[in-house]
Nanobody
Framework: QVQLVESGGGLVQPGGSLRLSCAAS????????MGWYRQAPGKQRELVAF???????NYADSVKGRFTISRDNAKNTVYLQMNSLKPEDTAVYYC????????WGQGTQVTVSS
């Protein structure tokens, strides 16, 4: 069983930045593929960014050039740097870890509003 704990969400003005962190309770973090998803009210959960165990990344078109996913295997942590935030980025952001099983964090709220 892997536990994922997200942090770093909050309220930010349009154009601002936030960095989300997700700490994983596993000694084999480096073998997991990691992703950030988000779910806005009334919408389905969607993939925002993904980084695999080999450090290859992929992004949703809506966040390309603004968000950056990274991982620190020594700290068992994955990050999502979010710049130039827009009101439409408002959502609950979830961390996901996948190897042979799928694990989810509890989510962290990001609100972009003036």
């Amino acid at each position: 069983q892997v536990q994922l704990v997200e942090s770093g969400g909050g309220l930010v003005q349009p154009g601002g930045s936030l960095r989300l962190s997700c700490a994983a309770s596993t000694t084999i973090f480096s073998t997991y593929h990691m992703g950030w998803y988000r779910q806005a009210p009334g919408k389905q959960r969607e993939l925002v960014a993904f980084i695999n165990s080999g450090f290859s990344t992929n992004y949703a078109d809506s966040v390309k050039g603004r968000f950056t996913i990274s991982r620190d295997n020594a700290k068992n942590t994955v990050y999502l740097q979010m710049n130039s935030l827009k009101p439409e980025d408002t959502a609950v952001y979830y961390c996901n870890a996948y190897s042979s099983q799928n694990y989810w964090g509890q989510g962290t709220q990001v609100t972009v509003s003036s």
